[in-house]
C-alpha cells in the first residue's frame, strides 16, 4: 500500500487521535452534549487565537470565513485597503471588489511583505478607510509581513485590521489582542489538524460595530446571527458535527503541547527543509527577511519541469508537495511543516524530493539534502 503524506500547506496530515475521534457516529447538534463541546471549542480557540475576543464559527472553508469578514464589515461603497502579493491576498482584492468596496489594492512583489510605512502612507492619504485587508502567511509565495507593526499603525486609524491567518494560526505567532488584530479568520484543515468543515472568525469590539452598522445584504454567513447563536452555545445553522467535536480534542493537544513549543517546533523543521533544499541547489523563492514556517517555497533548477516533479512524488511515491500557482506554476514547489508532522516526515519528503529530482536529471549529490537537514535538526 503506498503512504498518502501530505507535506502540503492544507489540507494536512491529520493524527491518529483525532481521526479516531472523526470516526464516531453522529450526534445531533441541538442536544447539551453538542453545547458543551461548542462551549470547549470557543474557549480552546480564544486561547490559540490569544484573544478575548468573540471567535464565531462558521461551517464553510477557509474561504467562507473570509467572506464573512468582508461581507459583515463593508457597506458597498465603503473604501477598504487589500494586499496583494499572493493568491490569498488576490482572494482579498476579489471579496472585496465582489461586495462592491471601493477598493485601494496595495500590489506587493511576490515574495516580498508589505510594510507598516506602506499602510500608514495609504491611510494617510484614505482617512476614510474602513477596514485594511492583509495575510498572516501568504501560503502562495512564503511570506509573512510585521502584523504587530501593521496593527499599531491601523490601530490608530477609524479603519478595523483583519488578518487572514488561515494557514498561519497555530503554527506561527499571531496575538490578536496584543497587535490590535480586530478580525482573524482561520479554518479547521491547517495548523488545526483537521479535515476541511470549519472557518473561525474573531471581532473585536471596534469590528463588532462595522458588523452592526453594515447595509451590505447577508445570510448564512451573518456574524450577527452567530453572535446571537454563540451566547447560547449554539450555531444559526447544522455546524459541521464531526469535525467540532474533533476540534475539541485538537485544541486540548495544542494546550497540552504549548503554542509557543509549537512554534519552535515549525521553525525547527522549517530550518531543516531549508538547510536541505539549499544543500542541492533549491534556492529559497520568498525574501528570507519575511519567510513564514509554514512553509517552503524554493526555485526549481530551470531545467526541471517543477509540475512533472509535484506529480511524480505524488503519484509515483505518495507524498505529497505543492507546486507553484500563477505566475509561480512550475517553477517552485512548496513543502509545508505545519501540522501533525515530525522530524521523519520532513525527511522521508526531502529523500523522494532528492530521488525524483536525480531521476529527472538535476546535478547533485544524492543524499546531500538529507545531511544538510540532519545536521540542522541535530543541531542544538
Ligand atoms: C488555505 C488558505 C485559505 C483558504 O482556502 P480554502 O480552500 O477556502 O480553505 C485562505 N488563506 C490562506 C493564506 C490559505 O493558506
Known amino acids: 500500500m503506498k503512504r498518502n503524506l501530505l507535506l502540503t500547506p492544507g489540507p494536512t496530515q491529520v493524527p491518529p487521535q483525532l481521526c479516531e475521534v472523526l470516526g464516531r457516529p453522529i450526534i445531533h447538534h441541538r442536544t447539551p452534549q453538542f453545547q458543551d463541546n461548542i462551549k470547549q471549542v470557543v474557549e ?3 486561547e490559540v487565537f490569544q484573544t478575548k475576543n468573540d471567535v464565531y464559527i462558521l461551517t464553510s472553508s477557509g ?7 468582508v461581507v459583515n464589515l463593508l457597506s458597498p461603497g465603503d473604501k477598504a485597503i487589500a494586499v496583494d502579493g499572493g493568491k490569498f491576498g488576490e482572494r482579498w482584492v476579489e471579496l472585496c471588489q465582489t461586495y462592491k468596496a471601493t477598493t485601494i489594492v496595495h500590489k506587493v512583489q511576490w515574495g516580498k511583505a508589505p510594510t507598516a510605512a506602506e499602510i500608514k502612507s495609504l ?3 484614505n482617512p476614510d478607510t474602513k477596514a485594511v485587508f492583509i495575510t498572516l502567511a501568504e501560503t502562495s509565495t512564503g511570506v509573512t509581513p510585521d502584523v504587530k507593526a501593521i496593527g499599531a499603525v491601523v490601530k490608530e486609524t477609524k479603519a478595523v485590521l483583519v488578518v487572514d491567518a488561515v494557514s498561519g494560526l497555530a503554527v506561527q505567532e499571531i496575538k ?8 482573524v479568520v482561520s479554518g479547521s ?4 489538524m483537521l479535515p476541511p468543515g470549519l472557518a ?3 471581532a473585536s469590539p471596534k469590528a463588532l460595530d462595522l458588523i452592526n452598522k453594515s447595509s451590505a445584504p447577508r445570510y448564512y454567513f451573518d456574524l450577527r446571527e452567530c453572535k446571537k447563536a454563540q451566547e447560547k452555545a449554539d450555531t444559526p445553522f447544522t455546524p459541521a458535527i464531526g469535525v467540532l467535536i474533533a476540534l475539541v480534542e485538537s485544541l486540548n493537544m495544542i494546550k497540552k503541547d504549548g503554542l509557543q513549543n509549537m512554534f519552535a517546533r515549525y521553525i525547527h523543521l522549517a530550518k531543516a527543509v531549508r538547510a536541505g533544499c539549499a544543500a542541492i541547489g533549491l534556492d529559497l523563492y520568498p525574501d528570507p527577511a519575511c519567510s513564514t514556517n509554514v512553509l517552503t517555497a524554493v526555485r526549481i533548477p530551470a531545467n526541471i519541469d517543477g509540475e512533472k516533479l509535484v506529480k511524480t512524488m505524488r503519484d509515483t511515491y505518495g507524498i505529497t508537495v505543492a507546486g507553484g500557482q500563477d505566475q509561480l506554476k512550475g517553477k517552485v514547489i512548496r513543502m509545508a511543516h505545519m501540522g501533525a508532522l515530525d522530524e521523519y516526515d520532513i525527511l522521508t519528503g526531502l529523500a523522494c524530493l532528492e530521488k525524483v529530482l536525480h531521476q529527472m536529471g538535476h546535478k547533485f549529490e544524492l ?12 543541531a542544538k
Open 189 to 192: 484543515h491547517k495548523g488545526l
Open 176 to 183: 490578536t489582542d496584543e497587535w490590535f488584530c480586530d478580525v
Open 200 to 202: 473561525f472568525v474573531s
Open 123 to 125: 491611510l494617510d492619504a
Open 63 to 69: 474561504s467562507g470565513g473570509m467572506e464573512a469578514a
Open 367 to 378: 543524499g546531500a539534502a538529507l545531511t544538510a537537514a540532519q545536521k540542522s535538526l541535530n
Open 44 to 46: 480552546g480557540l480564544k
